[in-house]
Structure formats: C-alpha cells, structure tokens
C-alpha cells in the first residue's frame, strides 16, 4: 500500500495552516503523515498545535528556516511515507477523495514515479481549472499546465535527482521539473488542488518568469524561444491588468478556452 507523506510549510499564517490542515483530516484516505513545516517568526501556529488536539499522524517541526526551498527539504528529509505530497499552508484539496485517487493510481501501476492534475486558481479575477499532463517538449513555457500544488511523487525520486535548489526563491519547483523529464509519469484529468493565490509566486509573478529563464537556460542552455515566451507571458499579464484584457479573457473562457 503506498503510504503518502503530505508536508505543509507556512510563515506567520495560522489561519491559512488550519485551513490546509481541515482538508487533509477531511479526506477518505488519511495520509500516514502530515509535517507542519513552521518556520514562523510568531508563536501562533506552535501555540495552536500543540494546545489542540491533533490526529495522530500529524507532526510538527518549529524553527526557522532559509526560505521555502530550505522548508520543503526539511520536510521531505523527515517524510517517511512512499509518496509525498507537497500540499502549501493556504492551499486545500479539492474534495475528501483525492489521497484515494492518488493511492489507487500508484497502486495500479507500480512504474509511476509521479503524477500531477488539474487545479482551480483565479486568473483575472475569474475562478478556472487548470492542468494538462505534463511535456518534455513544451518545458520551456515554464508550469502553467503542470502546476506544482498536484504533484505527488515517490520520494526515491528526490532521492535520484536531489531536493530543492536554495538559490531559487520562486522557481525552485520549475527547476525541480527540468529534473523530472526522464521519470515515469501520469496525469489524473480532475481537479486535485484549489490553490491559495496570495502566495510568493502570485504576487511576484514577473520575478517569477525571469528565475524561470536562469532555470531553463542552466540545464539546456541559450534558448530563444524560451525568452519569447516569456515574454508572451509578460505581455498577457500586463494586459490582464486591463479592462480590454479582462474583457477578452471572460469570453476566452466562455468558449472552454481557459485551459488553452
């Protein structure tokens, strides 16, 4: 039975950790582990764990860390499930069966080393889904379709291809996927995650798409149209600022092209 590890790191953000943590006690399948990475400045989220009562596979570490790449890797070096789950203090699933999904999709075929699927998020201030599986070939347009919020993966993975890279504030999860190419993957078509968007991606998103160039040119060196669709992406973000922008997009998605 795959056993599944779900690591939940936050920053001075109580309410949004007992959100995430609701969710994960709400699923049909529990998880054989829930790790709180909390590296908050703040005494409330300790106080709240430790005065509450908590599930039994519910852990904690608190001190302070090096930024989210520094927490992730905590948590994935104390993880002792099979699979691990990388689920964000904000961040929630998006009903009671998706650690079954998982499971049963690890289960059923045992060469999967990870997964991802679709997510709901707000673009231009509308509620969409998202999520295509995931191509080796379009990996210079960065995580748009494979967002990192869905991915489960078996922990030998970080194992053979290493942990999170320090030196990447944002797009240490898009320099974790350049390492992914060669692993057996799966996509679930259903919507696994609804992503909190006040995060440090959200609200530096141009920063972002520069860290995603370094990233993609490091491993595969210059690439032209890496830098142009970036720049695509730069455009629509400033014109989704824009009431000519919003516009376009709500009949973008009236037309089932939001996935596009």
Known sequence: MPLISVITICFNNLADVQKTCASVDMQTTQPFEHWIINGSTTAAIANWLESTPQPHYRKWITERDKGISDAFNKGIANANG?????????DVYADATILSIVEKAFQHNNDVQWLSGKIRIKRSEQIIEVGKPFDKKQLYKGMRSVAHPTWFLRKEIYERVGVFNLNYTI?????????????????????????????????N?????????QVYESYFGYSLKCRLWQMRLKILFYLLQTNLGKFLFTIKKKAGLANV
């Open 205 to 213: 998103y141009l920063q972002s798409l520069q860290q995603n160039i």
């Open 171 to 203: 797009a240490m999860d898009y320099d974790l996927m350049c390492r992914l190419i060669s692993e057996p993957y799966q996509f679930i078509n259903k919507t696994m995650i609804v992503f909190d968007n006040s995060g440090v991606s959200s609200n």
């Open 82 to 90: 099979v699979i691990i789950h990388l689920l964000n203090s904000g």
